[in-house]
């Protein structure tokens, strides 16, 4: 019985399959679209001394239009996310400067007591054995 339920999964998997992949091929849209060979070419306004200065005319209006769907924040709200990018700053920077200094007193100290390499270094060993037991690495 269970043989037979695999087997009409498999046909209605198979079944399923086919179906997605018929609906997935492009459709005509059913009718005629114009071709690209038979348009003509737009005529560019001005001569050649003109049109750089009507290009950038354009964009600078683009820019405008473009900048008026901006939806920029109130004094507000621009003041608030400006504290706290400061603070993550500041609270990163002193947590790096921590470590750094950290590492290079543990640098000084291992370069007077090898042993002290050997014990960062199979501590790092087992701490990347561990980490890779428990599917983190």
């Given at each position: 019985?269970?043989?037979?339920?695999?087997?009409e999964e498999k046909q209605n998997k198979r079944r399923r399959r086919r179906q997605a992949e018929e609906e997935e091929e492009v459709l005509?849209?059913?009718?005629?679209?114009?071709?690209?060979?038979?348009?003509?070419?737009?005529?560019?306004?001005?001569?050649?001394?003109?049109?750089?200065?009507?290009?950038?005319?354009?964009?600078?209006?683009?820019?405008?239009?473009?900048?008026?769907?901006?939806?920029?924040?109130?004094?507000?709200?621009?003041?608030?996310?400006?504290?706290?990018?400061?603070?993550?700053?500041?609270?990163?920077?002193?947590?790096?400067?921590?470590?750094?200094?950290?590492?290079?007193?543990?640098?000084?100290?291992?370069?007077?007591?090898?042993?002290?390499?050997?014990?960062?270094?199979?501590?790092?060993?087992?701490?990347?054995?561990?980490?890779?037991?428990?599917?983190?690495?």
């Open positions: 019985m269970a043989a037979e339920k695999t087997v005509g849209k059913g009718r005629v679209t114009p071709g690209r060979r038979n348009k003509s070419e737009e005529k560019t306004e001005g001569n050649f001394i003109t049109r750089p200065f009507l290009a950038l005319v354009n964009y600078f209006q683009d820019v405008s239009a473009e900048l008026d769907k901006v939806s920029w924040p109130t004094r507000e709200e621009a003041l608030r996310l400006a504290r706290i990018v400061l603070i993550v700053t500041v609270a990163s920077s002193i947590v790096l400067g921590g470590l750094s200094i950290l590492a290079a007193a543990l640098l000084d100290f291992g370069l007077m007591n090898e042993i002290v390499f050997v014990v960062a270094f199979v501590g790092i060993v087992a701490g990347a054995f561990v980490a890779m037991r428990r599917g983190l690495l």
